[in-house]
């Protein structure tokens, strides 16, 4: 039975087919139209014969990113040619600047809030989302999260995100709402396959902060007396198209702060194969009640380099420290 996969990436290239098409009848017709005609019917025999997405040289599954941008594929990303390579990796470096270009500011300083963060992708570009927005009214947006899979796809549905939440913040929309049409619009433009954990925040200069949780690791809240989670209030964002979410509030005093980060950070893994873990960032967020942003993400930075003992990263990694100033 067709997946929804199958049947998106049989649409592009009915669609294309038609576009080719109509480029002939308009007197466009040239050799790489026809050239590309070929290639777009000869895709279609391979989905009516049950090879489409197989590698014509090992035979294995074509990498699924690279189909969706581009469903006339042929090869794996072993077997492209020296040329193909070569234009993968321009594009890639690319992609990478610009989702540089599109994280915001280092540092946020706003109605006796500071905000830092350390964004560091696994690959050349990363399917995590990081993002600080200033509100209408003197509030401001935390936003972190993190797409499932890896590569060039998460790294497009993390874009697509942040469009997504810079589109909808100015409205004004009460919080859960706001996530809620996020996670509409992400279901319906995305295969079922890709969805996103997703804390969003709003802070306001009273100290109060809602948070919407959609399925991802709990902050952490770090005062004086010790270190709180604050659970998750709902599913994944783009797990359905008619999910509902519902916010947390918490009263952030001053000196205290949130610790926002994501499974690159949880789920990393020494040279013996042993995980990170949750408690073990608790206990390091428990030593550090009072420590300014910067200080506390070096500090967790440090601690993780020590603990992988040389080993890559696995995945992309995400670090972000909300706190209330002491003078506030």
Known sequence: MATRADLMLREQLVDRRHQLERAQSAGSAGLQVERLLSEV?????????????????????????????????????????????????????LAAKIQKGLLPGSNLSLGGWEAVYHYEPAGIVSGDYCDLVKGRSGEFYF??????????????????????????????????????RASRVFCESTLPTHYATLVCGKAGASGEVEICNAGHLPPLIIAAGGVAEIAPTGLPLGAFCNEQFTTSRVQVQPGQSLFLYTDGLSEARDIGGLMYGSDRVRELALGRQGSPPQDLIATCLKDLARFRKGMPAGDDLTLMVIRRSAAS
């Open 41 to 93: 019917d000869a895709a279609l025999s391979r989905m009516d014969d049950g090879t489409y997405g197989l590698c014509e040289v090992c035979h294995l599954p074509i990498e699924t990113d690279r189909l969706i941008s581009d469903p006339l594929s042929r090869f794996c990303l072993d077997h492209l040619t020296s040329a193909e390579q070569r234009a993968l990796e321009s594009d890639l470096g």
């Open 143 to 180: 936003i972190l999260g993190d797409v499932a899979g890896k590569g060039v796809a998460a790294s497009m549905l993390m874009v697509h995100l942040q469009a997504m939440f810079r589109t909808l913040i100015p409205m004004g929309l009460p919080l859960p709402e706001l996530v809620e």
